[in-house]
């Protein structure tokens, strides 16, 4: 394959650490280290351009894009007060953690946003180890893309790296999509453009890993390593390419699959992907984590410099990540039936629907800034689209009517697919967050085994912003 130019497209990274000791000065009065977010910069763009005003998180020196790794082991707490130091209210969402109803984040549903200059007090533990990650949960359209987003990573109980087969490091790798002016400043103005909310959604023009431009990446000759891969993206789909370099899929949205070879790994936005890849020994390989922006050409966006001391040791076969064992099967004998029907958007629209209590056609719903449905409704957040007792099995079908693919996210739960448009899934794959293709109908199963109210929704997050929002309740 030859090399793709960097030129054609502007991407980043750098490596990601955890959690350090938390000086005296960044803990609350409560005694909870802090979780700021604020106005900062960040070199999004390659070098040689300006630094880019963003908003970020830091948990003791200045803000981060993405912001701070976030470490703990399964079954330990997260301890954060969140200080506002924005100029609007915001909340932060611990994204795929099946956590306790109130400590979600998902404002205004869970918690009033935080006002600036306020604060919020999140203690959860993490039951189930993997790969997830944080964001802003109130006008995250706008909030996530100035960059309120890190990494949040579940080590398991049980020893992995190291062991036969398994890997001998990992690397979290934290992909975002950014639109930018020419000097590198974020394109202000187009935050509830209606356009392309009714579209794709709000589109960058820059793809950064680990918030950097075009990052190389060390890797010792014949090393294994564990990439723990993160989509922040508000609207881009990143199908990815690891070239050269043998990756083998392991865990889906932190939930461990048995281990294969793939070629492509596609992750929609909110999606988490964990794979292992062999580096080549031989130093003058061609390697390099590639993206497919959809024209059908391939473009690098990180590279993998193979140098060192190479690793002698045969590799095994990739060994699978330990067995979550907290997660009940569903119990499809006889489930409660729900049904996810998803309209709107450009070139197809709907003939009508209901918002804020009122029966509109499309063009008074987009008059509204509302142009998508979930289940006949803009914007659902009145009425829960169903209600279920506590430990029952919920089967959904969801169907896409649309002309454009719906990344849907269910907040509190991991679901199996089941079915893809008639299609058995038999790889059992569990998932927080789902890619709907267009006119496609999938089938999910859960057991609702988490009380509360929880939101469900697209991760294209501005066409959560204009309707595809609901909520569901468990008791």
């Known amino acids: 394959m ?26 609350a009065e409560t005694g909870l280290p802090v979780l700021r977010a604020s106005t900062s910069t960040a070199q999004l763009a390659p070098d040689g351009y300006p630094a880019t005003p963003v908003w970020s998180y830091d948990t003791g020196d200045a803000g981060t894009v993405p912001g701070p790794e976030i470490r703990v082991t399964a079954g330990e707490r997260v301890q954060y007060r969140l200080v506002n130091d924005l ?55 706008e909030q996530v893309a100035r960059g309120l987003a890190g990494p949040l990573i579940v080590e398991d109980r049980e020893p992995w790296l190291g062991e036969p087969g398994a890997a001998t490091r990992e690397v979290t790798l934290v992909l975002d999509d950014w639109l930018l002016e020419a000097d590198a400043t974020i394109v202000e103005d187009r935050w509830d453009d209606l356009h392309a909310a009714a579209h794709g959604g709000r589109m960058g023009n820059t793809v950064t890993v680990n918030g950097k431009a075009y990052p190389n990446l060390e890797i010792r000759p014949g090393e294994r390593v564990r990439l723990r891969l993160i989509n922040t993206a508000t609207a881009r789909i990143m199908p990815l390419v690891l070239q050269g370099l043998a990756p083998h899929l392991i865990a889906l949205d932190g939930h461990p699959v048995q281990p294969r070879a793939i070629e492509t790994v596609l992750l929609g936005p909110a999606q988490r992907a964990d794979v292992v890849i062999d580096a080549p020994t031989d130093p003058d390989a061609q390697t390099a984590l590639l993206l497919d922006p959809g024209n059908g ?13 190479a690793f002698t040791k045969v590799h095994a076969d990739v060994r699978a990540l330990p067995a979550w064992g907290t997660l009940p099967a569903p119990d499809l004998t006889d489930p409660q039936r729900e049904t996810l029907l998803m309209e709107g958007g450009a070139m197809r629209g709907m003939l009508e629907t209901q918002y804020q209590g009122k029966v509109m056609d499309f063009r008074e719903l987009s008059s509204n800034g509302m142009v998508w449905a979930f289940n006949g409704v803009a914007n659902g ?53 789902v ?36 909520w569901f309740e468990v008791a």
């Open 2 to 27: 030859t090399r793709p130019s960097r030129r054609t497209f502007l991407t980043g990274t750098a490596s990601l650490f955890g959690a350090a000791i938390l000086p005296r000065a960044v803990f």
């Open 87 to 141: 100029p609007q209210p915001t909340a932060v969402h611990w994204h795929g953690i099946r956590i306790e109803n109130a400590m979600d984040g998902a404002a205004p549903l869970t918690q009033a946003p935080v006002p600036p200059g306020e604060g919020f007090d999140y203690d959860f533990v993490t039951p189930d180890p993997g790969t997830y990650w944080y964001h802003s949960h109130n006008r995250s359209t």
């Open 297 to 309: 050409e391939l473009v690098e966006i990180a590279s993998f410099a193979v140098a060192g001391d």
């Open 381 to 433: 957040m009145d009425a829960p689209m169903f209600r279920t007792s506590l430990g029952r099995t919920v089967h959904m079908e969801m169907t896409n009517r649309s002309m454009f693919p719906h990344a849907i996210h269910l907040h509190g739960h991991h679901f199996e697919v089941l079915a893809r448009s008639g299609a058995s899934n038999t790889s059992g794959d569990i998932r927080d967050t």
């Open 435 to 470: 890619m709907i293709g267009a006119d496609e109908t999938l089938e999910i199963a859960f057991v609702a085994d988490n009380p509360g109210v929880w939101m469900l929704h697209c991760h294209m997050l501005s066409h959560q912003a204009s309707g595809m929002m609901g």
